[in-house]
């Protein structure tokens, strides 16, 4: 069975600052996908930014990137240049490469982006 | 395009009640989910469809039941809800193939008094 871990229940920065939350994983499958999603107050889940597992490069999305050690397990994601919006609550989880996306979330990390 | 949609947003039952959460997708998605939110413990998996006709258990299925009725929809059932189901419940679907980006219904709230 695969666990997530957010070890960052509440995280707060000033606008336009860089910010970095943490994800760790265990499993013992070799193929598999990480994710990040965001929950702002309206309850939706947006889909930030995901990763292969196989792949050495990190996944980057405009303001939004990750650091992927895959020996450790661990799944950063940096927001550079926090705006008001990236308010919300982010949740790493994991995903299978094949079959159905039977999703591992972790606990979250509640971000706070203050002007 | 609606994407997601479940209904009804918001709920209130008293104990031993009987309800059904309905979730309908318009992406043509094979797979779909039903999941729970609960305060510091993330979203965990009650149950869920890979394709149309089958259901299989996730996480937390004790207490419920679901019904892929067609391509489209997908419904929860609490047979006798319970205060320990208070929670928030959301509907997801996506393409049965590994890494694709799952799509979130909004959430419906129920509280179990």
């Known amino acids: 069975a695969q666990t997530v871990t957010q070890s960052q229940p509440e995280m707060s920065v000033q606008e336009a600052e860089t910010v970095t939350l943490s994800c760790t994983y265990d499993?013992?499958?070799?193929?598999?996908?990480l994710f990040w999603y965001k929950q702002p107050p309206s309850r939706q889940m947006i889909l930030v930014i995901r990763?292969?597992?196989?792949?050495?490069q990190n996944a980057t999305e405009n303001r939004f990137s990750v650091n992927f050690q895959k020996a450790a397990k661990s799944f950063s994601l940096k927001i550079s240049d926090s705006q008001l919006g990236d308010t919300a609550m982010y949740f790493c989880a994991f995903g299978l490469s094949q079959g159905a996306q039977k999703l591992v979330f972790g606990q979250g990390t509640r971000l706070t982006i203050n002007p | 395009n609606a994407g997601v949609t479940q209904t009804p947003k918001f709920q209130v039952l008293k104990t031993g009640q009987s309800m059904t959460l309905q979730c309908a997708q318009d992406?043509?998605?094979?797979?779909m989910y039903w999941y729970r939110q609960d305060p510091g413990m993330g979203l965990r998996l009650i149950y869920y469809s890979a394709s149309e006709g089958t259901t299989d258990k996730g996480e937390v299925p004790n207490g419920y039941n679901v019904s892929r009725l067609n391509k489209r929809e997908f419904s929860l059932r609490l047979e006798s809800a319970a205060p320990s189901q208070t929670s928030v419940y959301f509907c997801a679907s996506s393409e049965m193939d590994g890494g694709t980006e799952a799509f979130f219904g909004q959430g419906t709230r129920l509280t179990v008094v």
């Open positions: 499993t013992s499958e070799n193929n598999y996908y």
């Open positions: 992406m043509n998605h094979n797979s």
């Open positions: 990763q292969e597992a196989y792949k050495q």
